[in-house]
Structures are given as C-alpha cells and as structure tokens.
C-alpha cells in the first residue's frame, strides 16, 4: 500500500515567511538549545531537535543526541508532524506505512519512536516542528508530556518570533538612519533653507543653510526661538498663522522679514506642509523659506513705475477732453459731435481708472476687480437727486483690464442714448441690469422703463450701434440683441466669461 503524501504547501509564501526569521542567528547563538535539553529529560528520549522544513532540506536549529545538522526532506518526520494542531507520535517507525522504508528508519540513526509538537506562527505557516526521538519502539507518551512537548514548541516559537522582531526593528532603525542621511545631505545642498518641527509646531531640525543665512548657532534654530529672527513688525503676524496651521492642520504660507547674517532684514516666503500617519494624525511638518528680497523689490518698483504710467495716462485723458472743450468754443458748429467725444474719452479715463495699478489706500472705491464695481463708477453721474437712475443687481463677475475698456464703452454708449432718447430722458425713467453669470458664459441684460415709446432705428443704425457691435462682438468674442419694445429698449449681451478676466 502506498503511504498517505505530505500535504501540498505553497513553498513560496513558506519560503518568504521563513526569511523573516533570524533563523541562522538562532542556530548559532543556541537560542533554542536549552528546550531540546528539557525535552530530552521529559520525555526521557537520548535524541531531541528543533527543525524548520525547507522545500528540499529540514534543517536542526537546536540538536541533542546526533551529529546530524540536516536530512533530505523525503525523510523527514517533522515534515508530516509540523502540519497537525497536536503532537504527532510515532509509536514504531518500522510499522508506520509513512516511515517503514525512510533510510533514517532501516538505516542509521534507526529512528523507531518519534514524537514532534508542531511550530506554526500566528498567520497559520507551518515551519517545522520541536521532536525527540528514540532507536527503540516505545509506548505513547503521557499527557503531561505531550503538554510539556506542545509549551516547548511554544516557547521556541516565541523565541524565533521575538528575534525576528528585533530583527526587523533593527533594519528599521537602519534604513531610518539611512534615509535620515540622505535626507540632512539633499536638504544641505539645496539653495533654500529646509526645517522640519514636530506635531506641537517645535522645531527640531533646520539645514545648513539655515544656519549660513542668518548666522546663528543651532540651539536658536530649535524649539520656538526661530521667531526672535523676524522683523519685529512680522512677528506677531507669524507666530498667529503658525499657530492657526498647528491647530487646524491648515498648510502654511506667509511672506516676512528674516534678519540676515549681514544685520539686514530680508523678504522670504515661508510654507510648511504637515505629515500624517496612517490614521491621518500630524506626525511633524516640513517647511522651507526662500529668500524673495529681489523679486519683493523688483515688485514695489514695477508697482511705482505702473502707477506714475498710471497716473500719466490719466492726465492725457484730462487733455485730449480739455482738447476737445477748447475746439467746440472755437468752433460752435462741433459742439454736439465734441460733446459726445468729450464723453467717450471720459468713459474710458474712468474705466481706465478702474483697472490701473493702485495701492491698498489708493483704489478708487470698493470692489474695483469686479463688473458691478466698473459699471457703479460708470453710471455714478446719472444717478440725479439722490434717486438711482440705473439699477445693477445680480451677481459679482471679475473683470480685469483686458475687457474694461469694450465693457466702458459699451454701457457708455447705452446710457448716453438711454439719456437723450430712452427713459433716462424722462424725469421717472429708470434703467435696470441684471448680470447673471456662471462659468461658461455671462449674460448682461439692459432692461429701461418709464421712458417716451422708442423703435427701432432705419437701417444698419449709426455710429453707437457699431460701436456697441465693436465692443461686444470683436473685441470680446460675444452677441447683442436689440428688442425695441414700446415701454423702453432691451438690450441682451452674452459674453464668454474667459473673455472678462484672465483669471
């Protein structure tokens, strides 16, 4: 009869699981030898072994009673007994179908008794099994034996286990000293300076750079002292943000004046990013600051020069007008095309106004990035005895110097016609418009009451017409319609919202 097959294994996952151990350490430091000796005495066996089964050899991490150091895994016992939950005993090898003909049976060591408590670690992997054997047929043991057999194996495992935690545990701190190196020498060389803190915003770390750029020693780079650096009107602002990133896991950004090794305080930009671990708790912050001093004045020179460019071309409105005041005296016969040119060529001075560079105490009224902030400015002279002529409501659209200009003509245009032939020219008259905007596009509706019954004009229009078409169409890539209804013009515009703001 042919003998029962070991059970199939997956030899692969054995073999990763068996890595893990420090199983050559034990064999060598003798870890394990102290339980084959107690297992002998238990079991009053001359032979005990502790063995792992590899895919072609067992091989004895603990020995007592042979010479041998391993066995072909064909003739291996704990290659069977490593499987069961139990202690597997062997009463008589010879009359085991399993071992009758196994070389260690019907040659040396002439193995008859056998008896092996199985070694299976926590996910179930069998590795080998703790044995004692004897050269002569024996009765089975008892069950204070095979208890002590299965608290051996336990044991042994637990060794093995806590070997190769420590292994593990060192290789960590290896490999976190290895990326620790490699990290300090790449922030090193890096231009910027590169901090680190821990999870309560403490610094615990800044490269060399750091200590390059502001000449201090490292006990003023670690904890909170960091700050004593800034310039004393940034302090408080910075110490405020730090704290409000630290408390809500916010990422940190902040530009501030860092005093410089020389004594001169310096532009940086500081950001800071937090770390979490796998429950998404901060762990530490990493943080760099750059020095943007040269770009910072670069910035308020260019911010100087717009605003004199500004301030110029607002002047060359002011005389183009004046210009055109002066030619209408000289030449009455001019006055009603000079006026409404006079007025056009304010309309862009305001729109002009609108958009050019001020500073945060020089903006011309609140809101000056967005349409209903352009069209207040705009339509500011027709609302007459405290009552509102024209009436914007809807929603703020931004809108910057690109599309101010065709936008300022366009509403020019509407109310100076609304002012001389809609219901502008009437005392109760009123214009309202709707800006109603999403992401794609933005529509702008002229709606006027309350003026004299208009309609609509003999052919193409005049030059107003082709002006408002110039404005919307060309410039701004959008469409006009026109409805001359007999209570008051509306004027529907539709705009890409692309073409109002670069943004």
């Known amino acids: ?73 064909s003739q291996s016992f704990c290659a069977y007994a490593m499987h069961g939950q139990h202690v597997m005993e062997v009463p008589d090898a010879a009359l085991d179908p399993r071992f009758a003909t196994n070389p260690l049976v019907t040659g040396a060591p002439f193995v008859r008794f056998y008896a092996g408590a199985p070694l299976v670690t926590a996910d179930g992997v069998p590795l080998g099994a703790l044995c004692v054997i004897d050269d002569k047929p024996r009765a089975a043991l008892s069950a204070f034996q095979r ?33 620790e190196i490699r990290f300090r020498t790449l922030a090193d060389t890096m231009p910027q300076i590169v901090w680190s803190t821990r999870a309560d915003g403490r610094t615990d770390y800044s490269n060399a750079r750091w200590y390059e750029y502001t000449g201090t020693s490292e006990a003023a ?30 990422p940190y950004q902040i530009e501030y004046r860092l005093r410089h090794h020389d004594g001169e305080y310096r532009w940086v ?29 670069a910035l308020e020179e260019r911010e100087v020069v717009s605003q004199e460019l500004a301030h110029r071309i607002k002047n060359i409105f002011a005389v183009i007008a004046g210009l055109i005041q002066f030619t209408a005296r000289s030449h009455p016969e001019f006055a009603p095309a000079a006026a409404d040119l006079r007025d056009r060529v304010t309309a862009l001075g305001r729109a002009h106004d609108f958009v050019g560079p001020h500073r945060a105490d020089s903006r011309p009224a609140p809101g000056i990035d967005n349409l209903r902030g352009l069209l207040g400015q705009l339509f500011a002279p027709y609302q007459a005895d405290g009552r509102a002529r024209i009436i914007v409501s809807g929603g703020e659209v931004a809108i910057d110097d690109r599309a101010a200009t065709p936008i300022a003509l366009l509403f020019h245009e509407l109310a100076t016609n609304a002012t001389k032939y809609g219901a502008l020219s009437h005392h109760d008259g009123f214009v309202a418009i709707e800006i109603i905007a999403d992401p794609a596009t933005t529509r702008l509706l002229w709606r006027e009451a309350g003026g004299p019954p208009v309609a609509a004009p003999i052919g193409d229009g005049g030059f107003g017409s082709r002006l408002i078409e110039l404005s919307v169409v060309r410039q701004l890539g959008g469409s006009v319609r026109r409805d001359w209804h007999r209570d008051g013009l509306a004027v529907e515009i539709e705009l890409p919202s692309a073409a109002l703001s670069r943004a």
């Open 1 to 73: 009869m042919q003998p029962p097959a070991e059970p199939v294994l997956d030899e692969v996952a054995r073999a990763r699981a068996m890595a893990l151990y420090d199983l050559a350490g034990a064999r060598e430091d003798g870890t394990l030898d102290d339980l084959v000796r107690f297992a002998s005495q238990l079991c009053e066996a001359p032979v005990a072994l502790v063995s792992v089964v590899e895919e072609r050899f067992q091989r004895f991490l603990a020995r007592l009673g042979t010479d041998l150091s391993e066995t072909p895994r």
């Open 147 to 179: 208890e002590g057999m299965a608290i051996l194996a336990s044991t042994a495992l637990a060794r093995l286990e806590k070997r190769r935690t420590a292994r593990e545990a060192l290789h960590a701190r290896a490999a976190l000293a290895e990326s």
């Open 221 to 250: 780079a670690t904890g909170d002292s960091w700050s004593t650096l800034f310039h004393p009107d940034d302090q408080q602002r910075a110490r405020e943000r730090w704290a409000h990133s630290i408390a809500t896991g916010e």
């Open 269 to 297: 930009l500081g950001r800071a990013l937090p770390i979490r671990d796998a429950q998404g708790h901060i762990t530490r912050w990493f943080g760099t600051c750059t020095d943007i001093h040269a770009q910072k004045l």
